[in-house]
């Protein structure tokens, strides 16, 4: 049982992080970090190597069958990648916020393995109540977080964050429910080559209650409203989390899931295509209205979520390839730019981006580290480029010679442009506000490190294996044929 023992091993850990957070933040971290390496180990293995890796006959009702193949690999591998950078990052955080608190850390690293191990579990769980039982690991687990180290009115953002999240997974798992009446325990993006496999037939109301439980769980256009709120007054490294890695949950539910029991000659895959690009578009502009830099991540992750969902609603395996490369991009690029939020909450101790400007003189390392966080969601010279490049031959295929089509796409790719290249602008250069300089601490170690990832996963042979064994995972399971 290695992919179960990868899940299990950050929560069993999390209670050596507890102990040890009494005295030190900073080992604690190192626990936490340490904890997910078997779980980044082995989704590498399977996303690089292409390697399928299954546990469990998927016979009957079992509720410990497991698979981890390149695609919803992606998905693990971020989480696992992504939660050791953040882990790393947060000791010198969380000391300066739990002075502010008046309460230690230790609750904080006691709930971080749960949170990250729920999320793996929720993408290489196959038994369809499962998923629904790693989620609310993670939800309930995020919660403590939010409770316990947020900003504001903590306890009224953690009930919105409560109720919208818990109505989402409510509604999948009616959804889960339904399908199970008709027989189907898995996953169905999971059975693809398994013998016997018995996939779910046309299902107009699962489908619907499975996509909408996914999309508040993506904070789409409409469905998006808790998102900028819980974002932004959350710990920041819980924040580096939620809005990466956590709302793709939404997307992948909606890919392995719904759109196999959508209901055949549907139009709705159609206008899920013009929901996605809405939700770009109206995420992007609403990111460049912001001035509290932590909303404008919020509501640029709005927009990442309208990418993520148009590669699933386009529909074929470039869609699919796509969406799962974009997961991996913005939880990279995002984790930079909330750790970097993060680190000006604590040595400038504003979140303004109006009181800001000239930054790049004050930590020229973090300055960069933020702009390749930037180029990730603007898809420009770093693994974004490869997610976007891929969805933009999706979205060719999907449209053909319908070239009226193409402006609402180049209007995403503009706006995403626009509040990242304004938002660099009014942060890190123009008149100099401050004549110190920001310390090198280990926070601004898991930034840059963060970012030459990023970089590091653009180049071959990584891209090239990610896109390959990605699309030859999703080309056989022949989903839109």
């Known amino acids: 049982m290695i992919i179960l023992a990868t899940v299990l091993i950050p929560m069993a850990l999390s209670l050596a992080a507890y102990a040890a957070a009494k005295k030190s933040p ?8 340490l904890a997910l390496i078997p779980l980044l180990v082995v989704s590498a293995y399977s996303v690089f190597g292409g390697v399928d890796i299954t546990e469990a006959a998927f016979q009957g009702f079992d509720i410990l069958a497991f698979r981890i193949t390149p695609f919803n690999g992606l998905f693990a591998f971020t989480v696992a990648l992504v939660g050791i950078l953040v882990a790393i990052y947060s000791p010198p955080y969380m000391e300066h916020r739990s002075q502010e608190v008046g309460r230690d850390t230790s609750l904080f690293y006691l709930t971080y393995g749960f ?8 993408f290489v769980a196959a038994n369809l109540i499962m ?43 009616a959804g889960f429910l339904l399908l199970y009446l008709d027989g ?26 499975i996509l909408v439980g996914s999309l508040i769980k993506m904070a789409a256009l409409g469905v998006h409203m808790w998102l900028p709120y819980v974002h932004a007054e959350a710990p920041t490294p819980l924040s580096a ?46 990111a460049y209205l912001q001035k509290d830099v932590k909303r ?25 390839t796509a969406a799962a490369l974009f997961y991996l991009s913005h939880g990279l690029g995002k984790a930079v730019l909330f750790m970097t939020a993060g680190y000006f909450i604590m040595h400038l101790h504003t979140r303004d981006i109006e009181k800001m400007g000239g930054l790049y003189g004050w930590r020229p390392e973090l300055a960069g580290a933020a702009v390749v966080g930037f180029l990730n969601l603007a898809g420009i010279l770093s693994v974004g480029m490869v997610s976007e490049i891929v969805l933009t031959v999706a979205y060719a295929k999907y449209f053909g010679k319908e070239y009226l089509f193409y402006i609402p796409y180049a209007a995403i790719l503009l706006v995403t442009g626009i509040y990242a290249f ?14 110190d300089k920001g310390p090198v601490d280990l926070a601004l170690l898991a930034i840059v490190a963060a970012a030459f990832i990023s970089l590091l996963l653009f180049l071959p042979p990584f891209s090239s294996a990610l896109a390959d064994n990605v699309y030859k995972t999703i080309e056989v399971a022949k989903l839109w044929k």
């Open 296 to 320: 404008l991540f919020a509501y640029s992750t709005v927009s990442q979520m309208g990418y993520l969902l148009l590669g699933v609603a386009l529909f074929n395996p470039h869609g699919y």
């Open 184 to 209: 189907t325990y898995y996953v169905p993006l999971l059975l693809e080559g398994v013998e016997n496999a018995k996939f779910p037939g046309p299902n107009a109301v699962a489908f619907l209650l």
């Open 115 to 122: 949170f990250l191990g729920g999320l793996a579990g929720a």
């Open 241 to 286: 989390l939620l809005s990466p890695v956590l709302v793709g949950v939404g997307g992948y539910l909606i890919a392995a899931t719904a759109m196999y029991v959508l209901p055949a000659d549907s139009e709705w895959a159609r206008w899920l295509v013009y929901y996605a690009v809405a939700t770009a578009i109206y995420g992007g502009l609403m």
């Open 26 to 33: 900073y080992t604690a971290g190192y626990i936490s970090a």
């Open 422 to 435: 304004n938002t660099i602008r009014v942060v890190f250069f123009g008149p100099h506000k401050r004549e």
């Open 131 to 173: 998923v629904y039982v790693f989620i609310e690991i993670a939800l309930v687990a995020s919660l403590f977080q939010v409770l316990y180290y947020g900003y504001g009115d903590r306890v009224r953002i953690t009930v919105m964050y409560l109720v919208w999240s818990h109505v989402g997974a409510f509604l999948v798992l």
